[in-house]
């Protein structure tokens, strides 16, 4: 069994930053490949980024390439998921979530475990 527990979310400007991490606990964090989505009210629960074993492997939603990171640090068992340029449509709960291929994927249902979520609020 993993547990995730994310971190960072909060309020911010229109064009400011955050980061989000997810930490690990319990499993082999290394052979886990890591996704973040998002849920705004009323809407269904969105891929945003994905990473698989390496930070080489990583794959984004077309709205936040180029403003978003994804990475990991093994050692640490945590994913991180950079965030500049925030927009007002970011605002969502962000969740992390894991899955048992050291593979990224874009598709919730391919995800084993997930995180109780953070709140990013992004103000206009």
Known sequence: QV?????GGGLVQAGGSLRLS?????GTFSTYGMGWFRQAPGAERDFVASIGWSDRLTVYADSV????TIS?????KTVYLQMI???PEDTAVYYCAARRSVYYNRDPHQYDYWGQGTQVTVSS
């Open 22 to 26: 997810c930490a690990a606990i319990g």
């Open 85 to 87: 340029s925030l927009k």
């Open 3 to 7: 547990q995730l527990v994310e971190s």
């Open 65 to 68: 390439k180029g403003r978003f």
């Open 72 to 76: 990991r640090d093994n050692a640490k």
